[in-house]
């Protein structure tokens, strides 16, 4: 009886492992994944001439070896999600986060959606908080010198920008279907840290 009981034990424990294993990141729609935590860039690759590193608990950079704007991309590409992000932002940074890029190695504001980051933009309209070229964002919220959180859904043509608890966009638009995440860098400093997915 002892050994049956035994052998039912490690049966079910290892039944419980492999279930662990399905919510393990990458694992089934409606599970939150880490993407960037700040100790590595594992998963991701970069695009263009920013010094992206790995520097206090975050993924950094602040400086650009050419004129190329700079971008770290996601291997994965996605759809539908809900994306939170963390980051912090010098004054005079000039950022954003990049979705639904349905190009691997070219990145712009018209190709993919911008949710800017961007306090010093020559029209504030479009800058932190703004969905470049989609959606307006007046008074423009001020991001530079402090940690802060876009939590950011993306559903079929609904798009909704969420900056440090506050609303700036909801809108629907259906110029792009799916594609990578990607973070820019063009000026001053940028650094993200704990960027987490939900797929819908």
Not at 92 to 116: L, W
Not at 172 to 192: P, R, S, T, V, W
């Amino acid at each position: 009886m002892r050994h049956r009981l035994a052998v039912a034990t490690v049966v079910l424990a290892a039944g419980l492992g492999l279930a662990g294993c399905a919510h393990e990141p990458g694992g089934a729609s409606g599970d939150w994944v880490t993407l960037l935590d700040g100790s590595s860039m594992d998963g991701w690759y970069p695009v263009g001439n920013a010094n992206w590193r790995v520097e206090g608990g975050a993924v950094v950079a602040d400086k650009l070896t050419g004129k190329a704007t700079g971008f770290l991309v996601s291997d994965k590409s996605y759809r539908d999600f809900e994306l939170h992000v963390e980051f912090w932002a010098s004054d005079d940074a000039n950022s954003g986060v990049y979705m639904r890029c349905g190009n691997p190695v070219v990145f712009t504001d018209k190709i993919c959606y911008e949710a800017n980051i961007f306090d010093q933009r020559k029209d504030p309209s479009y800058g932190t908080g703004a969905l470049v070229h989609h959606a307006k964002v007046e008074p423009m919220p001020k991001a530079g010198g402090k940690w802060n959180t876009y939590d950011i859904t993306v559903k079929g043509t609904h798009i909704v920008l969420v900056l440090n608890g506050v609303k700036t966009v909801d809108v629907n638009n259906d110029q792009l279907k799916d594609g990578q995440i990607a973070l820019q860098y063009a000026q001053g400093a940028i650094k993200f840290r704990n960027v987490r997915i939900k797929e819908l």
